[in-house]
C-alpha cells in the first residue's frame, strides 16, 4: 500500500535535437564513385530522425514537470567502407576499414537542464557482409560507393535499438 502511494511518477520523454557530426574529409572517400556520390551522415540523420519521429518536441512543454527528460542524440560517427592499398616499393599495404555507426544520446532534466544520464552505442558490419560488398561489382569497379545509405540502414536502425533498450533499462 505504501509503495503506491510513494511510487514516483514515470518520467516523460520529450526530443531535444538530433545531430550528425560532420565527417572527416579524408574519410569521405567512401563516399565517391565514378557515376554517383552520397553523403553518409545526412542519410543517416533523416534514418534516425524517422526512428524518433514519434517523441514531442522539447518546445511542446510549457510547464516542465520536475521528472521530465529531453533526449539529445548524436550521430558520432557514420563510416563507409574502404579497400584499398599503397601502391609504395617494395611493399603494397592494404587500406581498409567496414560500414561502423556510433550513436551517442543524453537525457537530462528539461527544468534544471542537469544531465541525468549519457549513453553510447557502436556497431560494425559484419566481416562476412563487408568482404561480400568489397567482392561485388560495385566494389570492384567503383561505379559508385561500395556501401551506400541503403546498406548502412540496418546498422543504424540496430544501433538506435540497443541505445533504446540501455535507456529503458537504465531508467
Same mark, same amino acid.
Given at each position: 500500500?505504501l509503495?503506491?502511494?510513494?511510487?514516483?511518477?514515470k518520467p516523460r #520523454?520529450?526530443?531535444?535535437?538530433i545531430v550528425?557530426v560532420?565527417?572527416?574529409e579524408w574519410k569521405?572517400?567512401?563516399?565517391e564513385?565514378?557515376?554517383?556520390s552520397?553523403?553518409l551522415?545526412?542519410?543517416?540523420?533523416?534514418i534516425?530522425?524517422?526512428?524518433f519521429?514519434s517523441?514531442?518536441?522539447?518546445?511542446?512543454?510549457y510547464?516542465p514537470?520536475?521528472?521530465?527528460?529531453?533526449?539529445d542524440?548524436m $550521430?558520432?560517427?557514420?563510416?563507409?567502407?574502404?579497400f584499398?592499398s599503397t601502391?609504395t616499393?617494395?611493399?603494397?599495404l592494404? $587500406?581498409?576499414?567496414?560500414p561502423?555507426?556510433?550513436?551517442k544520446?543524453?537525457?537530462?532534466? $528539461?527544468?534544471?537542464?542537469r544531465?541525468?544520464?549519457?549513453y553510447s552505442?557502436?556497431?560494425?558490419?559484419?566481416?562476412?557482409?563487408?568482404?561480400?560488398? #568489397?567482392l561485388?561489382?560495385r566494389?570492384?569497379?567503383?561505379y559508385?560507393?561500395?556501401?551506400?545509405s541503403?546498406d548502412?540502414e540496418p546498422?543504424?536502425l540496430?544501433a538506435c535499438?540497443k541505445?533504446l533498450k540501455k535507456?529503458i533499462?537504465?531508467t
Amino acid at each position: 500500500m505504501l509503495s503506491k502511494i510513494f511510487k514516483p511518477t514515470k518520467p516523460r #520523454v520529450f526530443m531535444a535535437s538530433i545531430v550528425a557530426v560532420p565527417r572527416e574529409e579524408w574519410k569521405r572517400s567512401d563516399e565517391e564513385g565514378w557515376f554517383k556520390s552520397e553523403k553518409l551522415d545526412y542519410e543517416a540523420k533523416v534514418i534516425v530522425e524517422s526512428v524518433f519521429s514519434s517523441l514531442p518536441p522539447v518546445s511542446s512543454v510549457y510547464e516542465p514537470e520536475g521528472n521530465d527528460l529531453g533526449l539529445d542524440v548524436m $550521430i558520432a560517427k557514420v563510416q563507409g567502407a574502404e579497400f584499398t592499398s599503397t601502391m609504395t616499393p617494395p611493399f603494397s599495404l592494404p $587500406i581498409f576499414w567496414r560500414p561502423k555507426v556510433q550513436i551517442k544520446s543524453r537525457l537530462y532534466y $528539461i527544468k534544471s537542464q542537469r544531465t541525468k544520464k549519457t549513453y553510447s552505442v557502436t556497431v560494425k558490419m559484419p566481416w562476412g557482409e563487408y568482404l561480400a560488398g #568489397v567482392l561485388s561489382l560495385r566494389g570492384v569497379f567503383r561505379y559508385k560507393p561500395i556501401f551506400v545509405s541503403k546498406d548502412l540502414e540496418p546498422l543504424l536502425l540496430t544501433a538506435c535499438e540497443k541505445l533504446l533498450k540501455k535507456m529503458i533499462q537504465s531508467t
